[in-house]
Nanobody, 122 residues
Framework: QVQLVESGGGLVQTGGSLRLSCAAS????????MGWFRQAPGKEREFVAG????????YYADSVKGRFTISRSNAKNTGYLQMNSLKPEDTAVYYC???????????????WGRGTQVTVSS
C-alpha cells in the first residue's frame, strides 16, 4: 500500500504556473507507475499525465501537451506536475495515483491521493 499526499495547488491567473507535488509513503514508490488526473465540477475524472516507474515513458492528454510536464524523483519518493500557461479550463481538483502494473491512461490505478485544488482565474 502506498499513501499519497498532493500539494502545490492554489489560485493563479491565466498564463501563470504551478508545480504540484505528490509525496508517497509506504511501499517502494519507485516500483509504481504514477499518473495525474483531474476532476472539474460536474465532470468526470480525466487523465492528465502519466510516467512509468523509471521515468522512461510519459503520456499526456492532448489538452495539456506542451504546457504540462510530469516528472518524478524515486530517491525522494515524490512525483511532480509542472503546469505552465494555465487556462481557466484547467481549473479542477488534481489527483495523483500510482499503479503497480504499469502506466495507463485509464483510471485503473491502485492508490489515490485526496487531491489538491487548482483554480485559474480569467
Amino acid at each position: 500500500q502506498v499513501q499519497l499526499v498532493e500539494s502545490g495547488g492554489g489560485l493563479v491567473q491565466t498564463g501563470g504556473s504551478l508545480r504540484l507535488s505528490c509525496a508517497a509513503s509506504g511501499r517502494t514508490f519507485g516500483t509504481y507507475a504514477m499518473g495525474w488526473f483531474r476532476q472539474a465540477p460536474g465532470k468526470e475524472r480525466e487523465f492528465v499525465a502519466g510516467i512509468s516507474w523509471n521515468g522512461d515513458t510519459v503520456y499526456y492528454a492532448d489538452s495539456v501537451k506542451g504546457r504540462f510536464t510530469i516528472s518524478r524523483s524515486n530517491a525522494k519518493n515524490t512525483g511532480y506536475l509542472q503546469m505552465n500557461s494555465l487556462k481557466p479550463e484547467d481549473t479542477a481538483v488534481y489527483y495523483c495515483a500510482v499503479r503497480l502494473e504499469g502506466l495507463t491512461t485509464s483510471p485503473a490505478y491502485d492508490n489515490w491521493g485526496r487531491g489538491t485544488q487548482v483554480t485559474v482565474s480569467s
